[in-house]
């Protein structure tokens, strides 16, 4: 029953009972041959459901799948993903796209019209060009395929500051059956929880109802998605949408055994941590990974709190970015949250090497400090000796390439 995991696989081609299909139909208008748009289809209806950005401006396709996940959750045939185009605050027209988009979808694989979920990403405030999305999404349904090359074609085909497609695969078996959860995502810049400008398209041939679904599938985003920060900045087009075929006939659901139930939980989880990190890992023109640990909080709120207070300070992303452990910016930002922090109590750490215990500074280990900001991935960590809580947060830098990549577009 152990689980098997594979990082950088094909994809959703991985999961028995989905095709997939990808084209490049410049949605962008920028006359190149970039994949921009890719269908992702079952072979019977599954159960479904989708966690959203929580950003009070979203986007048309947001708005529908959350419709459709309403009334027809436990009948969804498939996904539509563009990017290169947000479809967001571009008001009933995008409205009446993000639905004509199901629409031709479902049509070009003989699927019933409100079964297909809709997921855009790209420049907001712009209508989409509708007669290449209908070109594209003819051309995509047509090279539908399980072949594991078109199941890399479609990681690619929802990337836009990406520069590399994300996708990974876990498998476990139970009792002879193989289960297996799959994902791809996008996502570089525009990047703070709830959630952030990503779309994350999970499969598996497990069975479970679209509301045990929902319930697995926010406990991965909890810990995952909406625990990465790249520029503080939360998106409208947010997504990420778990389909089950049940075409392994092992069901995970409320009535199965508690083992098989951890064991699916945690082959989702494998999967979106590993997405989540990977989004992070991405981030536009970053050079640090950095996990921001937070314990003895009174609560995980608390833990919370001061963790995106400190990840997504300026200035603490600029000292990353300058190989600098100013661990002073670590300590301000945790006060400022303001959650009763006790600075005669606080531990601070660069990886394991104390810079302040107790709230006494350690400057004789500057020297090491100062090694350890300059790996590409380290972590900062704040004990606070308050309570038993904490939370983790991937984190990444402040760098001019950031500033100079997105000062116009």
């Known amino acids: 029953m152990s689980l098997e995991f594979t990082n950088d696989s094909p994809g959703l081609t991985d999961v028995p009972g989905f095709r997939v299909g990808a084209a490049g139909c410049d949605i962008r208008n920028k006359s190149t041959d970039r ?21 009070d401006v979203k986007a048309a396709p947001v708005r529908f799948c959350q419709q459709v996940l309403a009334v027809s959750a436990d009948r969804i045939r498939g ?79 929802i990337l836009t500051s990406d520069t590399r497609p994300k996708s990974c695969t876990a498998r476990f078996t139970w009792e002879g059956k193989t289960v ?8 570089a810049g525009m990047i703070e929880p709830n959630m952030a400008t990503m779309l994350a398209f999970v499969c598996t041939d497990a069975a479970a109802a679209p509301a045990e679904l929902k319930a697995a ?8 998605f909406n625990c990465v920060s790249v520029d503080g900045d939360m998106s409208t087009n947010d997504t990420v949408l778990l389909l089950a075929s049940g075409a392994s006939g092992v069901s995970v ?38 996990a921001v640990e937070i314990a003895g909080a009174r609560s995980r709120a608390d833990a919370e709190k001061i963790a995106r207070a400190i990840g997504n300070s300026l200035l603490v ?18 006060g400022y949250a303001r959650t009763g922090l006790d600075e005669s109590k606080l531990d601070i750490f660069y990886d394991d090497i104390p810079a302040v215990l107790g709230g006494r500074p350690l400057p004789e280990n500057k020297p090491a400090w100062k090694q350890v900001v300059k790996a590409a991935r380290f972590a900062v960590r704040l004990d606070l000796h308050l309570g038993d809580a904490k939370f983790r947060l991937l984190a990444a830098d402040l760098t001019d390439g950031y500033v100079n990549y997105n000062k116009s577009e």
């Open 180 to 187: 297996t959860v799959a994902g791809i995502a996008k996502g």
């Open 217 to 224: 599938l926010k406990a991965s985003a909890d810990q995952s």
């Open 253 to 290: 659901g409320a009535s199965a055994p508690a083992a098989l139930r951890a064991l699916f939980q945690e082959a989702l989880d494998k999967v979106c941590f590993a997405l989540a990190e990977k989004i992070v890992g991405d981030g536009e023109k970053i050079t640090k990974v950095v």
């Open 35 to 55: 994949l921009d748009l890719a269908l992702v289809v079952a072979d019977r209806p599954c159960a479904a459901a989708g966690v959203f950005t929580t950003n």
């Open 79 to 157: 996904i539509v993903g563009n990017s290169g185009n947000a479809n967001a605050c571009t008001a009933a027209q995008g409205d009446a796209d993000a639905a004509a988009m199901a629409r031709l979808s479902a049509e070009a694989v003989g699927a019933p019209a409100d079964a297909f979920l809709v997921c855009s990403t790209g420049r907001i405030g712009e209508l989409l060009p509708m007669a290449k999305v209908a070109a594209g999404i003819k051309e995509s349904a047509a090279r539908l395929s399980r072949d594991a090359a078109e199941g890399v074609r479609s990681a690619n085909a």
């Open 317 to 334: 992303k600029s000292s990353w970015f300058g190989e600098d452990p100013n661990w002073g910016r670590l300590a301000d930002a945790a």
